[in-house]
Structures are given as C-alpha cells and as structure tokens.
C-alpha cells in the first residue's frame, strides 16, 4: 500500500461503513482525515478511535452552506486540504415505478447526486485553492447495469456523468476526480437488511468470489486513486464487484463455474 503522509483528507459519510473504512485506511497510511457526517456522534466515534491526525464536523450533504461550514471548521485544524472522498449516502427504496411516490424518488435522488454535486463544488473550491488535489466519488454497479432501485440508480450513474465531466472541466486546475463503482459490500446497510430478514444468498451466489465485499476493499482502491500512483488516472469509473456485473452472460448456460 502506498503511504499517504503528504495528504489531508476531507471524507463525507465518515460514521460508517465505506466512509469509516477509508478513513482508518488513509489515517493508518499517514494521511490527515477530516471526518464529516449528518449523524455528528457517528463520525466522533470513529475519528476518536483514530487519535492523532483526525478532526469531525457535522454536515449535510444536500445543503451546500453546511458543506461549507464544515470544510470551513476542518481547514482551521487539518494542513492544506488535497483530497476528498464523497461516500454519503442514504438506503435505497425498491418500489416499482407506479408505486413509487415522487418525493422518495426525489429524495434519494438528491442526497446521491446533488449531495455529490454539492461536495464536489465545496471541496473543488479548497483543492484550487491549495494548489490542487483529488476526489474520488462513491458510485455503483447499478451505475452501470439496471436494478429495482430506481432512484438510487438513477443517482449512481449520474454521479459517473458528473465525475467525467469534472475529470475535463477541472483538468487545468491539478484536480484529479474519479469514481469507483462497489457491488455487494459488507456494511450496517446491508447487515440490517439482513437481521430483517432478507437473504443475502442470492447475491452472494451469484457473485463469482463468492462473497460480500469488503468495506476495507473499497477503501484501498480509494486510497490509491487518492494517491500519487494514480497521477495519470482521472475521469476513470473503476468496478469493485467481485464480478457480478459479469456473472450475467453465464448465467443463462447454467450455474456460474465451479
């Protein structure tokens, strides 16, 4: 793994899950982390189990004045901010489209992308501002192949489109953006689905590693799209799924190869 000692990190999302893995991956690397979350006694909790090299501020994504408060609060502890992870997000809801109000289609909508579009704007500021840096941005493979949430996906592949058209509007600007686009990964979401009562086999099945991902996997990709080994790297829509948005061609000859 590459270090990350000349990096100060700002990562929305920071209480759980992918948010809270890319953290302590980046602080445990030398990094500097700004932990922001909506949920404030969330995001304490992990940036005091960091210790040193860890500061937390409340915001909420989908509201660009909070946005700028808690940059604003973080850039008064941490050293020059040069990176960013956009890891915020909200459950999705699965209702088919006639029975979908437009209010919950809108409100997962606008915590994914506007909540993205928000950070990105904010944290782009300070990354100029400092001389330039890199973000990397949470999408899905629902970006990339249909499911039953309708909004969340919606969302997801608009964060693609928006990273790619920031990877060439901020070109000139020494500001790196990509996306990475996680399948299955193990977090609170998924697990309290499942003390719910969903079963998380099919998914596992059909995955070809055979598992959920895991958080801390998603996190080192983020870390080296975050890092110098990824300095030709931007606008890049990285999969990490364990293969199943591929498992789909084998699957009408039968099961997946043992």
């Given at each position: 793994m590459t270090r990350l000692d000349n990096k100060s990190i700002i990562v929305t999302g920071a209480g759980s899950g992918i948010g809270a893995a890319i953290c302590r991956a980046a602080h445990d690397q030398g990094a500097v982390v700004g932990l922001i979350d909506i949920n404030l006694d969330a995001a304490q909790t992990v940036c005091e189990s960091l210790g040193s090299r860890a500061f937390f501020a409340h915001g909420d994504v989908t509201d660009e004045?909070?946005?700028?408060?808690?940059?604003?609060?973080?850039?008064?502890?941490?050293?020059?901010?040069?990176?960013?992870?956009?890891?915020?997000?909200?459950?999705?809801?699965?209702?088919?489209?006639?029975?979908?109000?437009?209010?919950?289609?809108?409100?997962?909508?606008?915590?994914?992308?506007?909540g993205t579009f928000i950070t990105c704007k904010v944290a782009g500021n300070f990354l100029h501002n400092n001389g330039g840096g890199a973000i990397v941005t949470l999408s899905s493979v629902l970006a990339l192949r249909p499911g039953p949430v309708l909004g969340y996906g919606a969302g997801k592949a608009a964060i693609v489109n928006l990273t790619q058209s920031l990877a060439v509007q901020w070109s000139q600007k020494n500001i790196r953006i990509n996306t990475i686009c996680p399948g299955w990964v193990d977090t609170p979401f998924i697990r309290a689905q499942e003390a719910a009562g969903r079963d998380l086999s099919p998914i596992i099945n059909m995955t070809p590693i055979g598992r959920l991902i895991r958080s801390e996997e998603i996190?080192?990709?983020?870390?080296?799209?975050?890092?110098?080994?990824?300095?030709?790297?931007?606008?890049?829509?990285?999969?990490?799924?364990?293969?199943?948005?591929?498992?789909?061609?084998?699957?009408p000859y039968g099961d997946l190869p043992s």
């Open positions: 004045a909070s946005m700028n408060a808690a940059f604003t609060a973080l850039h008064r502890d941490m050293p020059r901010i040069n990176g960013c992870v956009t890891s915020a997000g909200i459950l999705p809801t699965r209702e088919p489209i006639a029975d979908m109000p437009v209010d919950a289609f809108q409100r997962v909508l606008n915590n994914h992308i506007t996190a080192n990709v983020a870390l080296f799209l975050l890092s110098d080994l990824a300095s030709a790297v931007t606008g890049a829509a990285i999969v990490a799924d364990g293969g199943i948005t591929l498992a789909g061609g084998y699957l």
